[in-house]
């Protein structure tokens, strides 16, 4: 019998129960402890768990092993006169939800009797829980005192009953007991039979994975007395009109210390979550399972008596936010974004278009307060309005309209009645910063293009894309205004400058420089090429004079030709073709009858100059080597520069017209 000189440590070791009911961590045993002159009984009443299942492993040794050894310690920690029973089930036969019996009845503790009881267990049966608390119960209704019931199981029912209805009729027809459940390596199930067995019997449910936390919740389920008086706290937590599972955090605000583990489940029999807690004041809490994107929620100041049950109520109802975004009257396409409140954290986001089936966005959101944004997705520059500390509240919808008033700009670029290819850039005057940017191209579903603005000021620049020095023209200080529409037209005039490059009638290629006449800056440059599809090379030009020199690229020396001053106006045509002359000459080098390497080099006879360089090689693909040439005197030297002493052979030829001249220099002679 537990002595009243022991009660302050018992009362003290509930703190301990407590610990291991809701994990808490290195917190003072005054926390949560309390004191009570109601004296405690002291008697138990063990009920294990002698299935097959327990012949299962943790950390290589089957459980069956881990809990002999853990009651065995424990008998042998207990005061001498401890009233102490046991019942066992599922130890005796395969199958048999019969299978149940009681070890030992309620009463003066005989540790050797109840070691060797304990050891003769063998797992063999089924999980026959309400059958067992029933026959507990049977117990403790013959004793006067409270009794404290301690489950111990591997799994939950297995022979169709139900613990948790049974454990609370008991409880109403008066049955004076307080019973704490040990689910022992269960973590991976759903328990909430078991939490429900120990809520209805007024204890706690413990989870123990391994020997040692069998051993702490064995230990604080025994000590903490029967009789105990204690506050209680009722939780029922709900969502969309049912129960919700959800985990609850109890912190004292005294201490700041928390108690976690407690789940509510989403069945009557765990929901509401009934606590027994010690006197005190807490905050509550409470985060919902399986809700994505679902915040907890903490009620505060939670205040707990002896004899006082409270209850609070948390409901996780959805709430509904629609946002309609318009500009002009008409459905406007735009993104919306929700955000914690103040601060860029995005829990929610979405689009409206603009069809009616979509826009209003409705968009399904937790309760809370949160800061929204929308931005108008077809209105240039994006616009975006943001409204803060908007408070959703479930089982609601919150309609928000966002208004984006615009008007529309249509930019065209012409020539006369033909389109031009424009680019348009839109520019706010008094920042400098680009609005908006686009291109008309030739077609008049492009042509004018139009922007959708926000009203205000704005400088437009239209720049044409296929005239060669790309004009541009400028409208500032154009005025849009909400749901008007403003045109402005730019009209460019350009001529075209052909210029060709042939010899007599073929044509020949050549790169071709354009310069400003006035500035000797380069306008552009093009090549013409041996076909009539790019010789002459055309040029879209603004009107102006311009100086151009046209290179030809594949004679030697790159002869040239140069117009000055050539004039060109709008929608004016001016054609110019350089004439080249050019001759061949084919240099080859032999010893004897083998076609030997060297080096070709041709000097203009008359300045020095040297014109075209060239190697002979070894193949009669270019022995001899061709040059063309612009009609004239050269001076040709030939080194053999493999042979020893590099031989060297000068000559002078004279290349004519449209002539070919052929030498080879043999130095066998």
């Not at 006067?144 to 199981?153: H, K, P, Q, R, Y």
């Not at 996780?316 to 406007?332: I, M, N, R, T, Y």
């Not at 400088?459 to 790309?470: E, G, L």
């Not at 009209?491 to 042939?502: M, N, R, V």
Request: proline share 4%.
């Amino acid at each position: 019998m537990v002595t009243h000189s022991s009660r302050r440590n018992i009362y003290k070791a509930l703190f301990l129960l407590l610990t291991l009911a809701f994990g808490l961590n290195g917190i003072s045993t005054n926390s949560f402890a309390q004191t009570s002159d109601t004296p405690s009984s002291g008697k138990l009443l063990l009920i294990l768990d002698a299935s097959g299942s327990m012949w299962g492993q943790i950390n290589g040794e089957n459980k069956i092993t881990i809990a002999k050894s853990v009651l065995k310690d424990l008998a042998g920690e207990l005061p001498e006169g401890t009233e102490v029973g046991l019942i066992a089930y599922g130890h005796r036969e395969k199958g048999d939800c019969k299978d149940i019996e009681t070890i030992v009845e309620i009463g003066p503790i005989d540790k050797a009797v109840l070691n060797e009881k304990i050891e003769a267990l063998n797992p063999k049966g089924k999980t026959p829980i309400t059958d067992s608390v029933l026959k507990a119960f049977e117990s403790v209704r013959a004793t006067e005192d409270a009794v404290t019931v301690i489950l111990v199981s591997d799994g939950i029912e297995t022979c169709g009953g139900d613990p948790c209805k049974a454990v609370k009729e008991a409880k109403e027809a008066g049955v004076n007991f307080i019973m704490h459940v040990v689910g022992f390596d269960v973590s991976k199930e759903d328990v909430s039979q078991l939490e429900c067995a120990a809520q209805a019997g007024g204890g706690l449910y413990f989870s123990a994975n391994n020997a040692y936390e069998l051993s702490n919740a064995l230990t604080s389920a025994v000590e903490m007395p029967a009789d105990l008086p204690t506050g209680k706290l009722s939780v029922k937590v709900t969502a969309e009109g049912k129960l919700q599972d959800a985990r609850l955090v109890l912190t004292n605000t005294v201490t700041e210390e928390k108690l976690k583990g407690q789940r509510t489940y989403s069945t009557p029999n765990t929901n509401p979550r009934i606590m027994s807690l010690p006197d005190g004041t807490y905050d509550l809490e409470v985060s919902p399972m399986g809700m994505k994107g679902v915040e907890s929620r903490t009620i505060s100041g939670i205040e707990l008596k002896e004899g006082v049950v409270v209850e609070k109520e948390v409901d996780f109802s959805f709430g509904e936010l629609s946002v309609k975004a318009v500009s002009s009257g008409k459905l406007l396409d735009a993104a919306v974004k929700v955000y914690k409140l103040e601060t860029e954290v995005i829990v929610a986001k979405g689009r409206t278009y603009t069809q009616s089936n979509s826009n209003p966005l409705v968009i399904k959101i937790s309760p809370g307060v949160y800061d929204i944004e929308v931005m108008a997705l077809k209105i240039e520059g994006r616009p975006t309005h943001r409204i803060s500390a908007l408070e959703i509240k479930g089982g609601e919808t919150l309609e928000e309209l966002f208004d984006f008033s615009s008007g529309t700009l249509k930019v065209g670029a012409f020539k006369g009645e033909k389109f031009v290819d424009a680019r348009v850039q839109i520019k706010n005057p008094d920042t400098g910063e680009q609005v908006a940017q686009g291109r008309t191209y030739v077609s008049s579903k492009t042509n004018p293009r139009a922007f959708e603005l926000s009203p205000g000021i704005y400088d437009v620049t239209v720049t044409a894309v296929k005239i060669t020095n790309q004009p541009s023209q400028e409208f500032s200080g154009v005025e849009i205004t909400a749901s008007e529409t403003v045109e402005k037209t730019a009209q460019f005039s350009s001529g075209q400058l052909k210029i060709g490059a042939k010899e007599g009638e073929k044509y020949v290629e050549a790169s071709v420089s354009i310069k400003d006449s006035n500035t000797g800056e380069q306008i552009t440059q093009g090549r013409t090429y041996k076909s009539s599809k790019s010789n002459p090379k055309v040029f879209n030009l603004v009107p102006g004079l311009y100086d151009v020199k046209v290179t030809a690229i594949k004679v030697a020396g790159k002869p040239s030709e140069k117009f000055n001053g050539i004039e060109l106006k709008g929608g004016e045509e001016v054609e110019h073709t350089a004439q080249f002359s050019s001759g061949l000459l084919k240099v080859g080098a032999t010893e004897g009858e083998t076609l030997i390497d060297s080096i070709v080099t041709i000097n203009d006879a008359r300045t020095g100059e040297q014109i075209a360089q060239g190697r002979t090689g070894l193949k009669q693909k270019g022995n001899p080597k061709e040059f063309t040439l612009t009609p004239g005197s050269y001076d040709v030297t030939i080194q053999a520069f493999k042979m020893e002493d590099k031989p060297v052979k000068e000559l002078s030829v004279k290349v004519k017209a449209q002539e070919t001249v052929e030498h080879i220099a043999d130095f066998k002679q």
